[in-house]
């Protein structure tokens, strides 16, 4: 194949001679680096310019590729894209160019959406059926909306997808069942199957491969290595795209030429796309400083978020460092495990102090919600109507107070202030979602809510996906309506309130999915220009949104949040480590799939577990089943590890949520290995000390990985690249500059050797050496044999 280079060429490029007052407005019309425009198949695609200029009104022009058309709304706020002709014929990269009344311009990359129509049909077989519905991973199981239409008996309805695997049923006549003409179906993991779509889908071995070779040339120029050759690079240093002259494409590298002001500017970053004619590769995230590929992670801070790697914990679930602020709610409906156990800010505190953290390996604390909760019980809506209490803070009453019972206001701040000492980000577990029933908001201002009783007569509780932006969670927690912009403007006003008097470093958005994005687009622009832009601080969000792919990636954005947590990964990763049949090609499509939505080097949360769902370590160790109710089950009988099996498990999965990339996330006691059902048997009372010989051992083996993330740019920014995937094992590698790191994983019950070869382009492969074991290394080829249910990390 030819290999050539199409290269967008800026409209000017005053740029390269900005004076100092440009400078500083390109620093404030635009707040961090612009995220992707995606195109929408066969139809506009509206851009929020508010989304990314903190005045849209400074827009003077936009400009795209010559086959994409381009509408500017008269107020500056939007700008409407289309094909001109086939939207077929689109390049699955382009740049929208935008020029501000300071002369200024701006470039935000435009990628074409891969999704491509996808039959669903059934045939009735003369049958008579009133409604044929889709359910499953394409629309979050919600059926309510996917209606396939009957011609000449048979049901169908065309999808646009993203290529795939989508498991799903059929729902005739309000009966789910499997699809009868498909062969093809999955374990679901709680006792039953589903049919599976398989959609479209590219050669991964056929795409583009490029990463970074060389830190920086005599001449200022960066080498980007290329594989599989290239049709089109884009180039980006900051929200400036590198013009064609600055790029000059061999045939297997590409040498970059940066602007004059990346050699005078501290901190930057320098992204690069690329695709063929079989589809876009990985991208590159490089880290600059004063213009050069920074090398070394000590020089790296704490508003780096992607070294960040958090630790999430249930305050009143985890220290009790005071015990005069204990205080139980006095009512015998509210069993212990739903009842307060004394945990609190002071005990935080003390764990900072005693390095607990800073051994685990940590620097971002993310606390549940402070804010004050009802002093009393109540009853939770459906069966069996348990009651509980608000010790896990998600029952908003006072929308500013500190919970009495994990503390005061100065033992928060004593909490930020020797948090930040350690060098440590503090991120707040905050609800936008409702408020409690007790709440002066609710009772002085009912028309903020949405109406508990829908016009069908059916009340409006827990209906997650029917009723997705307005159902409340329960009898007692109104949800609130956040199209009126003054309850939004009041919510935002509440959450500024906490990162200011606090000095908190982010947010950790609840039930995000169940809020509308005008709320978090609000939101995230007042924090631009009240927090972000005067105190030149940077501020982390991240979201909690289950769903599927692209409806957690509608959150995220330069409007919006930074990162979502990627449940969808963690589910299959679950799987795959918990139960041995799983195959890893199945985790290895998952994270392809996350790449493909939110980019090769997003900021999504890889987590270990929450407190939302049972214990991991409970269903790879087969004490709790997949297919049964675990909510029952941690009322109903005592759950513990009784397979010493799941602590390996269990650090199969610790090492893989640290050596991929995106931001590791450890839920409480999940460095140890407690167990526990679902909702409250998984938020049970934090252990430090007594520890077995297995908790002491998986707790140090984390600690060695998130040590061997936080010190090594490989794991931090280099690319990913796999290098072996069958059933039983899966090996890949991740490589930026010189620095090389190999991970193996054996899921078997019995030992295996593993030899692999390395491709040439990763040149320092004698200088690899194994963490956990030992291997051999000869010229291009590592030789080991992993023991049952173990890995090996190996680093240059």
């Keep these: 194949m030819k290999k050539h280079l199409f290269i967008i060429v800026a409209l000017c490029t005053v740029w390269h001679t900005a004076s100092a007052q440009n400078k500083q407005a390109q620093t404030t019309e635009i707040v961090g680096l612009a995220t992707p425009i995606v195109l929408q198949p066969n139809a506009l695609t509206e851009v929020s310019l ?19 058309k381009t509408k500017l709304s008269p107020d500056k706020t939007k700008v409407v894209l289309g094909a001109k002709d086939k939207y077929d014929k689109l390049p699955l990269l382009s740049v929208l160019h935008i020029i501000t009344k300071t002369k200024n311009e701006y470039a935000i990359l435009v990628k074409k959406s891969l999704k491509i129509p996808y039959t669903f049909s059934f045939d009735a077989k003369g049958k008579t059926y009133n409604t044929v519905q889709v359910a499953g991973q394409i629309n979050d199981w919600n059926p309510k909306n996917t209606n396939l239409t009957q011609k000449n008996g048979v049901w169908q309805i065309d999808i646009p997808l993203e290529p795939g695997n989508y498991q799903y049923q059929l729902v005739v006549d309000g009966k789910w069942m499997l699809d009868p003409a498909k062969t ?25 491969q490029i990463y970074l070779k060389t830190p920086l040339n005599s001449n200022k120029t960066i080498n980007i290595e290329v594989q599989n050759g290239i049709e089109h690079l884009i180039a980006f240093w900051q929200n400036q795209s590198l013009p064609n002259s600055n790029i000059k494409l061999r045939d297997i590298s590409t040498t970059l030429t940066l602007p004059n002001e990346a050699f005078t500017t501290p901190r930057s970053v320098l992204r690069v796309y690329a695709y063929n004619k079989e589809g876009m590769g990985n991208d590159l995230y490089i880290p600059l400083a004063y213009g050069v590929p920074i090398t070394d992670p000590k020089t790296l801070t704490r508003q780096d978020h992607h070294t960040q790697i958090m630790y999430f914990m249930m305050v009143d679930r985890f220290a009790d460092g005071n015990k005069n602020n204990n205080q139980t709610v006095k009512d015998p409906r509210v069993l212990p495990q739903a009842n307060y156990y004394g945990g609190d800010l002071t005990g935080v505190t003390q764990k900072i102090d005693d390095n607990y953290f800073d051994n685990l390996g940590v620097n971002t604390l993310w606390v549940s919600p402070l804010v004050q909760n009802p002093e009393g019980a109540y009853q939770e809506y459906p069966e069996p109507k348990r009651y509980y209490s608000g010790y896990h803070g998600y029952w908003p009453v006072k929308l500013t107070k500190v919970d009495h019972r994990f503390g005061t206001d100065t033992e928060l701040k004593q909490l930020v202030q020797q948090a930040h000492h350690k060098n440590m980000n503090v991120l707040l577990d905050f609800v936008s979602n409702h408020v409690h029933e007790e709440s002066e908001v609710w009772k002085q201002h009912p028309d903020w809510f949405s109406p508990l009783v829908l016009p069908d007569g059916r009340k409006n509780i827990r209906l997650w996906d029917e009723e997705r932006l307005t159902t409340w969670f329960d009898t007692f927690l109104p949800s609130i309506d956040h199209n009126q912009p003054q309850v939004s403007n009041m919510l935002v006003d509440t959450t ?27 939101l995230t622009k007042r924090l631009k220009t009240e927090v ?27 409007g919006q949040l930074d990162a979502q947590f990627d449940f969808n990964l963690y589910f299959d990763a679950r799987s795959v480590f918990a139960i041995d049949a799983e195959p890893f090609t199945k985790l290895d499509n998952s994270i392809a799939e996350t790449f493909n ?5 997003s900021l999504m949360g890889n987590i270990t577990g929450n407190h939302d769902m049972a214990r991991f370590i409970s269903l790879a160790s087969g004490d709790l089943k997949f297919n049964e109710d675990p909510k029952a089950a941690g009322w109903t009988r005592n759950i513990e590890v009784t397979n010493l099996i799941g602590y390996k498990k269990l650090s199969l999965l610790h090492c893989f949520i640290t050596t991929i990339p ?17 909702d409250p048997d998984n938020r049970r009372m934090m252990r430090f000390d007594n520890l077995k010989p297995e908790e002491t051992a998986l707790k140090q083996n984390l600690s060695k990985l998130t040590h061997l993330r936080r010190n090594n740019m490989a794991l931090l920014y280099g690319d990913f690249v796999p ?10 590698a991740r490589n930026y500059l010189d620095k090389t790191v190999v991970v193996m994983y054996n899921k078997s019950d019995k030992p295996k050797s593993i030899s692999l070869t390395l491709p040439a382009r990763y040149t320092n492969i004698k200088k690899l050496k194994a963490q956990f074991g030992k291997a051999k290394i000869k010229k291009q080829t590592i030789t080991l044999t992993l023991p049952p249910y173990s890995y090996e990390v190996l680093v240059n």
Aim: include cysteine; charged fraction near 20%; glycine fraction near 10%.
């Design 597 to 601: 939505y939110y980019g090769c080097h």
């Design 532 to 558: 972000m832009i005067p105190q030149n601080k940077s501020v982390y969000q991240i979201g909690e949104t289950f769903g599927s792919r692209e409806l957690i990636g509608s959150y995220v954005g330069s």
């Design 50 to 68: 508010d989304d990314y200029f903190i005045d849209p009104t400074a827009v003077v022009l936009v400009k795209a590729n010559d086959l994409l």
């Design 723 to 732: 290098l072996l995937v069958d059933d039983k094992t899966y090996c890949y």
């Design 184 to 208: 093809d179906s999955v374990d679901n993991n709680i006792g039953g199957y589903n049919s599976l779509a398989k959609v479209g889908g590219t050669n991964r071995q056929k795409l583009p």
């Design 662 to 678: 995106g931001v590791p996330v450890i839920y409480y006691g999940d460095e140890i290995g407690i167990p526990g059902a679902d």
């Design 496 to 522: 500024l309130y906490w990162l200011n008097t606090y000095d908190l470093d982010g947010f950790r958005h609840d039930a995000v999915k169940h809020i509308h994005n005008i709320f978090w687009q609000m």
